[in-house]
């Protein structure tokens, strides 16, 4: 049994034990540290008119292989995935403008990431002391500098 709990379309609150997560429609935000150290959540689908998730919303979830983001998405808050081991890989769609330091920080088996057109993530070591990325595609006018 999962139960969210639900505060003017932020999800603030969550109790249950489940591997596979699909966050409910009318969701547009994940308050900061929801489901921090959750080691159940092995996959989370996130519905469209989501627009953004809160520092450290996701950190330390170490099972978590799989982040399916919508395409309503903007920002991705500092911490929100770091610590995330089990992630192996990203794509950020292009609704996305801003994504915090270290947000996938720390994710070791981190192989690919894909980064739409337009999004600047310059200085935020977004994938600090993350993974062998084996592949990064990148779209044009992405700006790179500092990543790691």
Do not use: H
Not at 105 to 129: D, Y
């Amino acid at each position: 049994m999962v139960r969210y709990d639900i505060k003017d379309g932020v999800l603030v609150g969550y109790s249950g034990s489940a591997k596979n997560l699909l966050i409910p429609a009318g969701v547009v935000g994940i308050a900061d540290g929801v489901f921090a150290g959750d080691d159940m959540v092995e996959s989370v689908c996130f519905p469209s008119g989501m627009e953004w998730i809160g520092e450290g919303a996701f950190e330390g979830c170490r099972r978590l292989s799989k982040a399916v983001f919508s395409e309503t998405l903007i920002r991705i808050g500092d911490d929100a995935f770091k610590g995330c081991t089990g992630l192996t890989e990203v794509y950020l769609p292009s609704s996305v403008r801003e994504v915090g330091y270290s947000a996938f920080g720390e994710c070791r088996e981190l192989r690919t990431v894909s980064i739409a057109e337009g999004l600047n993530l310059a200085g935020k070591g977004v994938f600090q002391k993350s993974g062998g990325k084996q592949r990064i595609q990148l779209n044009k006018r992405v700006r790179i500098d500092n990543l790691i």
